[in-house]
């Protein structure tokens, strides 16, 4: 008998109740205390015994706080909302990323001008040469540093470690264009071209599937060991040395030592080297020259590029006034303001009839810039001759 204010209810009826909650009417039976089980005897065998255990049910009530948060879930964006936040999330994340990549190239490139050792030897007529050469594609100027731009940072650090000039972070320019997978006529391979047999005497592992001299870093110690290697050999004189690399240190002993029986002078200018080593030390200065004034040789750096498009670039839905702090909006509008385009460099050919007053206001610049760029002393021109004009424009932006 079990009782519960004042209702009693017999255990037979109970067992009814049980057994029809599931579906089964069972007859009462006499509970064994020890195991709570239940003995139905309806349908008994000799050899079968079904046994009914009492279950206990119990009813969880959720938080309140879970109730809110699965309701929450339920609620789905549309697809323009996943749109729109996912469209605006990669924006700034760009724009992030942009910012990182222009103080990376700028400290780069300021530690490369800092660590300039070697004289400049802009007087020599191969130097002045390729200087004018190469100043004639500022692109192509542009995409070679732009190239370099991941490979810097580990060449840099290996250099100032080493205490060696910062020319020599200029030298793959002149090898291989900073190309990681260049490759010569001489199967000479990677970013500092190594020649088979020097890059298994420095630790560059080849096989049929693997070529220690495509990988950037470690080509990149394997060089520098040889250059320091080679300035010892030459006691200290880095253009020596540079040759040295290009046309092997044999080849400038004999040089060296022909200069010496003919009581000849026996710096780098003076030897009998081949045509191409002679323009090697050549190239190298005149790239020197360029990369540490790009401005006044009209060449877009890389940091330029990011820094431009990191400023410039506006979400695609513009945040309302209302929703920006006002300090940040006319800090915004003068950044936009004062941001200068990378100047653009155009080449024209003068015709008669032509003043520097008419150039310079037909391309929008000015006398002066025109006579700076091209070392001109006086505004007398020549018709036939070629100017080369840097164009300068900013930009401006409003917020919607």
């Known amino acids: ?33 020890e195991t709570g089980a239940v003995y139905s005897n309806q349908q008994a065998t000799p050899n079968k015994l079904y046994i009914q255990r009492e279950q206990k049910t119990s009813v969880h009530v959720r938080p309140k706080h879970t109730i809110q948060l699965a309701q929450q879930l339920r609620h789905k964006p549309t697809p323009s909302q996943r749109l729109g936040n996912g469209a605006a999330f990669q924006k700034t994340k760009a724009r992030h990323h942009h ?10 490139w300021q530690s490369i001008n800092r660590g300039f050792n070697l004289p400049r030897h802009t ?46 972070a200029l030298l793959p320019f002149v090898e291989s264009a900073y190309k990681t997978n260049a490759y010569s006529h001489a199967h000479a391979a990677g970013l500092w071209q190594f ?51 290009n046309c092997g240190e044999n080849r400038v002993h004999r040089e060296i030592a022909r200069n010496k029986r003919l009581g000849k002078p026996t710096s780098y200018w003076h030897l009998r080297l081949p045509k191409e080593t002679r323009q090697y030390v050549p190239r190298l200065f005149a790239y020197k020259e360029l990369y540490s004034q790009p401005t006044k040789y009209g060449i ?17 839905r ?10 940040l909006i006319k800090a915004s509008q003068t950044l936009l303001k004062t941001t200068e385009i990378p100047a653009k460099t155009v080449v024209h050919r003068i015709r008669s009839g032509d003043t520097l007053t008419a ?3 037909k391309y929008g610049t000015s006398i002066d810039n025109i006579m700076k760029t091209n070392g001109l002393r006086s505004s007398k ?13 900013s930009v401006g932006a409003s917020f919607v």
């Open 195 to 245: 020649i088979p047999e020097t890059g298994r005497r420095y630790g560059l592992r080849q096989t049929r599937t693997y070529d220690a001299r495509m990988n950037p870093k470690l080509a990149t110690n394997a060089a520098l060991n040889y250059l320091q290697d080679l300035n010892q050999e030459f006691n200290g004189d880095w253009l020596l040395s540079l040759a040295a690399y």
């Open 300 to 316: 877009s750096m890389p940091y330029e590029q990011s820094a431009m498009y990191a400023a410039v670039s506006t979400p695609q």
């Open 99 to 108: 910012f990182r990549q222009a103080t990376q190239n700028r400290q780069n």
């Open 1 to 33: 008998m079990i009782t519960r204010k004042g209702l009693a209810i017999s255990t037979a009826t109970m067992s009814s109740i049980l057994g029809g909650c599931s579906g089964n009417i069972i007859p009462a039976a006499t509970p064994k205390a």
């Open 123 to 168: 007087n020599k007529s191969l130097v002045k040469r390729y200087i004018r050469s190469f100043s004639k594609s500022p692109v192509s100027l542009k995409r070679m540093a732009h190239r370099a731009s991941p490979h810097l940072p580990y060449i840099i650090s290996e250099i100032q470690r080493r205490g060696m000039p910062m020319e020599i």
């Open 318 to 327: 513009p945040v309302p006034y209302r929703h920006m702090d006002v300090d």
């Open 381 to 393: 021109i020549i018709v036939g001759e070629h100017l080369k004009i840097v164009r300068h424009s």
């Open 359 to 361: 150039i310079a206001k």
